[in-house]
């Protein structure tokens, strides 16, 4: 990388060239650099794109959208940081969802204990994936595809395939309310990502996490106890998608037994996009937010540019290439001038 | 003088030059169907003959949005009707997948002055919004007693259920049901699920029919399913044998009834769906009374009448 000097008293002016190579060597260097520069990019053009971007009721449809799949996107960074992989997420959220209507409008349990066992539910359902895992050595990408199986059929066993009805207004709020003009699930995902980020960069656990993920051998001999933690990532995916299942409950007034079907590979994307390396140890739960940002904003400009629907995966697809290579292009150019 | 016939000359043109303007702005109506799909390609087809055909007999342009859900999942299809209300659209015209999950996005658009219309579907309760389409439990019963009577009223049938969380594929394959538990020798002896994939439907037939070797007749419940069935019973070289009776008309569906594998089909003519539903939302948008239920009936295909 070149070197510039300045004499004292003179106006720095240095060539455009290196300004943006400077501006580009910031980003890059901050680990979210990359993901923000794509979010700015794309958050710009819709703007100038599109008269309907850029206002209030819109932002409040992407910033709820938002809400359900970055509850558990969360929860799926935190697997894959640690290396690990959760394809029932989905199929978790349907059945807390389905389960948590059947405790209110059948069993007529109080709303709020009906939500909090479907937490623990999903909880638990995330806990036995883990607790398999671990005990059985089993790989997690093949016994999850098994459980979202099992999760989603019992869903199927216990509604017959239809949505159970007339879900009591009283947690209507917590899927459709705004509070000082923010969808009350976007704010649940606020307070849900401060505290996994939190426990992610500023406690021991969180560095465990990134320890198992870099070199689980490495790991054990160091003392940590690995399988501990596996397990509970496992029970806060499924902690966190069953959230997301009742928020989904509260939004729709009905308990759909499809819910959850598009959240099993939306987070692994997003997780992607936003720096979370598959094979573990690297990344954030911050930064695979901020990829669930970006899909949640083409998601939104696809509908308002009118892009046909056969041509939605495509486009949709192709800016998440076009996102991720920015990004590896600016870190090779800036690695090449830095030798 | 002059000023006095000037003024009526002026106020005499009004309407011509409003009518002029209005007809110089294209009305514009998004067309959100349940799923990607080819029946709804159909129903498409219909939506824009009734848009050229507004426009040629008013001079009136109307421009069809059409945005399909990738996945048949109510709050991908609420997502994307938010984001169509976020453009301000003339119309919002719908099929929507359950009309309680939809209600709190419809009251976003009523709140906004859209007008709606729905198809294939019907309103939420309380919604004053005209509804398009037929009647599937008509549909279905259609289906189940052609399949009777081809049968001679006894033997073993299958229905294939279509995707069980949809409501109008769970209200046909009930209403088969009740028309086969009529007849004493009519026995279901199985029901797949084929999740509207033509593909599953084909794997789930076949596997059927090789646990019930003596099953005599199918039924299904949605527009993929049936050629899915179709293609396992001429795989299996049962045509003839085997009994079909199908729903709607992809042209796989037509192209089976032309090769003498499926009998026939009933169909709830999308694009017919398709058209009364745009001129229902012209109608709206200009503000005139529609009516509460458009019938736009259910087709018997045969070979004969193909």
Request: proline share 5%.
């Amino acid at each position: 990388m070149s070197l510039e000097t300045t004499l004292p008293g003179a106006t720095p002016t240095p060539p455009k060239a290196s300004s943006i190579r400077a501006l580009v060597a910031r980003m890059v260097a901050n680990p979210l650099g990359g993901v923000i520069g794509a979010m700015i990019l794309i958050f710009g053009i819709s703007c100038v794109l599109s008269p309907h971007f850029l206002t209030s009721f819109n932002m409040i449809i992407i910033a709820r959208a938002l809400a359900f799949i970055g509850l558990v996107t969360i929860g799926q960074a935190v697997l894959m940081i640690l290396g690990e992989l959760d394809l029932s997420v989905g199929a978790i959220g349907g059945l807390a969802g389905v389960v948590g209507g059947m405790l209110m409008v059948q069993v007529g349990l109080n709303p709020w204990l009906s939500l909090a066992l479907c937490l623990l539910m999903g909880a638990g359902c995330g806990l036995l994936n883990g607790l398999l895992i671990t005990q059985l050595r089993l790989h997690s990408l093949v016994l999850t595809i098994g459980m979202a199986g099992v999760y989603g059929g019992a869903n199927l066993v216990a509604t017959r395939g239809v949505a159970i009805t007339g879900v009591p207004h009283e947690i209507s709020f917590l899927g459709r309310g705004l509070v000082f003009g923010f969808p009350v699930p976007f704010l649940v995902l606020v307070v849900c990502l401060s505290i996994v980020a939190f426990v992610m960069m500023r406690t021991p656990v969180g560095r465990y996490i990134y320890a198992i993920g870099s070199n689980p051998q490495a790991a054990r001999m160091l003392g940590i106890r690995v399988n501990a933690i596996r397990m509970g990532a496992f029970a806060l995916a499924g902690f966190l998608s069953a959230l997301a299942g009742i928020l989904m409950v509260a939004r729709l007034g009905t308990a759909q037994p499809s819910i959850g079907d598009t959240w099993v590979l939306s987070p692994i994307a997003a997780a992607v996009i936003g720096g979370v390396a598959t094979t573990g140890g690297l990344g954030s739960p911050v930064g695979a937010v901020l990829g669930a940002v970006i899909i949640g904003m083409i998601e939104d400009i696809i509908v308002l540019f009118g892009i046909s629907p056969y041509w939605q995966s495509i486009v949709s697809g192709g800016i998440v290439v076009l996102a991720i290579s920015l990004d590896s292009l600016a870190r090779h150019y800036l690695n090449r001038d830095a030798s | 003088m002059k000023k006095a016939l000037l003024l009526g000359a002026v106020l005499a043109a009004t309407p011509l030059v409003a009518q002029a303007a209005d007809n110089s702005t294209p009305l514009r109506f998004v067309l959100i169907p349940k799923v990607v799909h080819p029946w709804f390609d159909k129903l498409n087809t219909g939506a824009r003959a009734a848009a050229d055909m507004i426009t040629k007999t008013t001079g009136q342009k109307i421009e069809i949005e059409y945005r399909a859900p990738q996945t048949a999942d109510v709050s991908s299809q609420n997502d994307i009707i938010e984001r169509a209300i976020a453009t301000h659209p003339d119309g919002l015209i719908l099929d929507l997948l359950d009309e309680k999950g939809n209600r709190a996005t419809m009251d976003e658009a009523t709140e906004q002055k859209i007008p709606m219309t729905v198809f294939d579907s019907l309103p939420p309760e309380g919604m004053n919004i005209t509804a398009v389409g037929a009647d599937f439990c008509e549909q279905g019963t259609i289906a189940a007693e052609r399949l009777a009577t081809l049968i001679g009223k006894k033997g073993e049938v299958a229905i294939m259920m279509g995707v069980p969380t949809a409501p109008n594929h769970t209200l046909r394959a009930e209403c088969e049901k009740k028309v086969f538990a009529k007849y004493p020798d009519i026995k279901v002896v199985a029901t797949g699920i084929d999740n509207d994939s033509i593909e599953t439907g084909q794997k789930q037939a076949s596997a059927i029919m090789q646990a019930h070797p003596n099953l005599v007749g199918w039924v299904a419940c949605d527009a993929s399913g049936p050629v899915g069935i179709g293609q396992a019973i001429r795989e299996s070289g049962k045509a003839g044998k085997v009994q079909e009776v199908g729903l709607d008309n992809l042209n796989d569906m037509l192209q089976l009834i032309r090769d003498g594998v499926a009998e026939s089909t009933a169909s709830s003519r999308p694009e017919m769906q398709g058209y009364w539903a745009v001129v229902s939302a012209w109608q709206s948008a200009m503000g005139q009374k529609t009516p509460k239920y458009i019938d736009t009936g259910i087709d018997v295909i045969t070979k004969k009448s193909l």
